[in-house]
C-alpha cells in the first residue's frame, strides 16, 4: 500500500494540473497545509522516536544538524523544488539534470523511514508530494520540454520514494543505522517544512488563510497521531 501511495501522490499532483490548473494561491495554501502536516509528524512523532532509541541523544542531534545541512546544499542544485520554489523558465531547453538527481535522492531520502514506521509518517509524505508535483508539473508544463521528456521526469520521480522504502526493506546497513539514517531524514524535513511555513509573506503582512492552512495542518496530525 505504501507504494502505491508514493506513486499516487506524485500523478495525482500531475493530473490536479492537467485537469483543475490550480491558482498559484491554491498551490501555496496547500504547500502550508503539507509544510504543518510534515513539520508536526516530525516533532511529534519522529523526534521522541529517536530520542527514545538511544542515551547518546548529542550524536541523534548531530545527525539531525547534518541533515539540514544536507538538504541546504541539495537544495543550492534543485533550485528550492522541495518546497515549493522552482523556477524553469519558458525559454528553458536544455533538460536540468542536477535538478533532476537532486529531487530523485531527496525523494529517495523520504521513502526510507518509512519502512519501520507507522502510517502517519507515510500519509505525511504523500500530503507533501501532492503539491510538490503540482508545482513540478507547472513549471515542467511551461517549459519547452517535450510531453515524453516531462512524463519520464515525473515517472522517475515518483518511483524514488517506494525505491528508498524497499531498499530500507532489504538492505541490514538501513535497518542497523536506523536511528542515524531517520535522524537524518528529520533534519531534511525540519529544513523543508519550516522554510514552507516560516518563509516571509508578501510585503510581511499577516496572511489569515496561510494561517489558517496552518493550523489545520497541525490539527489534523494531533488528532491523527
Not at 68 to 73: D, H, M, T, W
Request: hydrophobic share 55%.
Amino acid at each position: 500500500m505504501s507504494y502505491v501511495l508514493l506513486i499516487l501522490s506524485v500523478f495525482i499532483g500531475a493530473l490536479v494540473v492537467l485537469l483543475i490548473r490550480p491558482s498559484n494561491k491554491i498551490t501555496r495554501l496547500l504547500l502550508s497545509f503539507s509544510g504543518a502536516y510534515l513539520l508536526s509528524v516530525t516533532i511529534l512523532h519522529l523526534l521522541p522516536e529517536v530520542f527514545l532509541e538511544t542515551s547518546d541523544t548529542k550524536r541523534v542531534g548531530i545527525f539531525i544538524l547534518a541533515g539540514i545541512i544536507i538538504q541546504s546544499v541539495l537544495e543550492s542544485f534543485s533550485k528550492g523544488a522541495e518546497h515549493g520554489h522552482i523556477h524553469i523558465h519558458s525559454h528553458e531547453t536544455k533538460f536540468p539534470l542536477l535538478l533532476f538527481i537532486s529531487l530523485c535522492i531527496h525523494a529517495f531520502s523520504e521513502g526510507i523511514p518509512i519502512h519501520s514506521d507507522t502510517t502517519n509518517l507515510l500519509w505525511a509524505i504523500v500530503v507533501h508530494k501532492i503539491p510538490i508535483a503540482i508545482v513540478l508539473t507547472t513549471f515542467l508544463m511551461h517549459s519547452t520540454f517535450t510531453k515524453s521528456t516531462i512524463a519520464i521526469f515525473l515517472g522517475v520521480f515518483a518511483l524514488m520514494s517506494p525505491l528508498g522504502v524497499l531498499v530500507a526493506d532489504k538492505l541490514a546497513f538501513i535497518s542497523n543505522y536506523h536511528t542515524e539514517i531517520t535522524a537524518l531524514i528529520i533534519g531534511v524535513f525540519l529544513h523543508i517544512s519550516t522554510i514552507i511555513l516560516f518563509e516571509s509573506n508578501e510585503n510581511h503582512k499577516f496572511n489569515i488563510q496561510k494561517f489558517t492552512a496552518i493550523v489545520l495542518g497541525v490539527l489534523v496530525t494531533i488528532f491523527t497521531l
